[in-house]
Structures are given as structure tokens and as C-alpha cells.
């Protein structure tokens, strides 16, 4: 037969590990919680390019650029132009034999933010301008 003094220990006993759990386990969630704060998900593919800040460095939310991506499968955007400016244009690309055209382009999802990109001439100039809207004076490139 086992003593109520030993009963009432291990009764005790049993309480305090029930506590120990509760409290062990409200310091992992607040772990699970810390370490999806430490988690970046960039919203597009790529990998990172130049990092902005080094580890220590205070950053803020949504003020603090903490690197670039370099995006592995580039976006390649069909645009039209007016036609007045697509000589100017041409002549220029050609004139720079290989050098690339820097432009900045600005999407009407986030008009804040530009983006670097580079324009290509194709090879055939019925792939540049195949479609010529008389209208509105642009040219742009047919679907397909």
C-alpha cells in the first residue's frame, strides 16, 4: 500500500510535468512563429544578385530593399510603339553593332516601381513590325 504523503507527491509531481509540457510547448510555437518571421519568399523566380545589407543591419518592413533577384527565365514583353519612333529606333539599335539598349519599363500593376530590361531587334524586320494599325499610328508584332 503507497502512503498519501507519496501520493500527494507524485500527484504534485504529475502537475508540475503537465505544466513543464504547456510551457514547452508555447515556447516552440512562439519558435515556429519566430523562425516564419526570419522567411523571405520573393514573388517571383529567380536567384539572388546583389546583396543590400549585410546580417546585423536594422531593416524596416516594407522600406528596406534587401537584395536583387536575378531572374532565371526572363520576361519577354510584346509592345507596340508609334511608328514615328520606330525608325529612330531601329537606326539606333543597328548603329550600336551588339551594344544593348537600356530602357526602364514601369508595369500598371505597381507604376512606383522601373525595372531594367533591354530591348532586342530580331533578325528579320517583318518580325519587328508585321502589324501596322493606320489608325493609331503604332506598329507592333502579330501574335504567333
Do not use: W
Given at each position: 500500500?503507497?502512503?498519501?504523503e507519496?501520493?500527494?507527491?507524485?500527484?504534485?509531481?504529475?502537475?508540475?510535468?503537465?505544466?513543464?509540457?504547456?510551457?514547452?510547448?508555447?515556447?516552440?510555437?512562439?519558435?515556429k512563429?519566430?523562425?516564419e518571421?526570419?522567411q523571405?519568399?520573393?514573388p517571383?523566380?529567380g536567384?539572388?544578385?546583389?546583396?543590400?545589407?549585410?546580417?546585423?543591419?536594422l531593416v524596416?518592413?516594407?522600406?528596406?530593399?534587401l537584395?536583387?533577384?536575378?531572374?532565371?527565365n526572363p520576361?519577354?514583353?510584346?509592345?507596340e510603339?508609334?511608328?514615328?519612333d520606330?525608325?529612330?529606333?531601329?537606326r539606333k539599335?543597328?548603329?550600336?553593332?551588339?551594344a544593348e539598349?537600356a530602357?526602364?519599363v514601369h508595369?500598371?500593376?505597381?507604376?512606383?516601381?522601373l525595372?531594367?530590361?533591354?530591348v532586342e531587334?530580331?533578325?528579320?524586320?517583318s518580325r519587328?513590325?508585321?502589324?501596322?494599325?493606320?489608325r493609331?499610328g503604332?506598329?507592333g508584332?502579330?501574335?504567333?
Amino acid at each position: 500500500m503507497i502512503a498519501k504523503e507519496e501520493i500527494d507527491k507524485l500527484a504534485a509531481e504529475l502537475d508540475a510535468a503537465k505544466a513543464a509540457t504547456v510551457a514547452m510547448r508555447a515556447r516552440l510555437e512562439l519558435a515556429k512563429l519566430n523562425i516564419e518571421a526570419t522567411q523571405i519568399i520573393a514573388p517571383i523566380a529567380g536567384r539572388i544578385g546583389r546583396r543590400l545589407v549585410d546580417e546585423g543591419n536594422l531593416v524596416k518592413g516594407s522600406d528596406t530593399l534587401l537584395a536583387t533577384i536575378v531572374v532565371a527565365n526572363p520576361l519577354n514583353v510584346l509592345f507596340e510603339i508609334p511608328e514615328c519612333d520606330l525608325l529612330p529606333l531601329v537606326r539606333k539599335m543597328r548603329e550600336a553593332k551588339g551594344a544593348e539598349l537600356a530602357v526602364e519599363v514601369h508595369f500598371a500593376a505597381n507604376e512606383k516601381e522601373l525595372y531594367s530590361a533591354k530591348v532586342e531587334l530580331p533578325g528579320q524586320q517583318s518580325r519587328c513590325g508585321d502589324r501596322n494599325d493606320h489608325r493609331t499610328g503604332r506598329v507592333g508584332k502579330s501574335e504567333g
